[in-house]
Nanobody
Framework: QVQLVESGGGWVQPGGSLRLSCVASGTIFRINAMGWYRQAPNKRRELVAT???????DYADSVKGRFTISRDNAKNTMFLQMKSLNAEDTAVYYCTAQIQSRATPWRESDYWGQGTQVTVSS
């Protein structure tokens, strides 16, 4: 059984910062790519940022220069540092990871967290 749990969401004023965390737990053999998605009300879920197991990163154009994705492989944890937040960043943020479990180490599966709400308003 593998779980992803996000934390760190909340309310922040425009221009503010938040740091999201995502912890993977359970019978994990290996974690490969990880990423953050978000879904605003009445909009499709969209990719925010991704990071490979080697640490390479990629960002949506809308967050480049403001968000930083990182990971601590020793702790099975991923972070999203968000700065200069604006109302358009308001959404539920989800973490996802491609994980090989100990039960089936030959197979990679996608796992998702339950989401954490980020609200940017004055």
């Amino acid at each position: 059984q593998v779980q992803l749990v996000e934390s760190g969401g909340g309310w922040v004023q425009p221009g503010g910062s938040l740091r999201l965390s995502c912890v993977a737990s359970g019978t994990i053999f290996r974690i490969n790519a990880m990423g953050w998605y978000r879904q605003a009300p009445n909009k499709r879920r969209e990719l925010v940022a991704t990071t490979s197991s080697g640490g390479s990163t990629d960002y949506a154009d809308s967050v480049k220069g403001r968000f930083t994705i990182s990971r601590d492989n020793a702790k099975n944890t991923m972070f999203l540092q968000m700065k200069s937040l604006n109302a358009e960043d308001t959404a539920v943020y989800y973490c996802t990871a491609q994980i090989q479990s100990r039960a089936t180490p030959w197979r990679e599966s996608d796992y998702w967290g339950q989401g954490t709400q980020v609200t940017v308003s004055s």
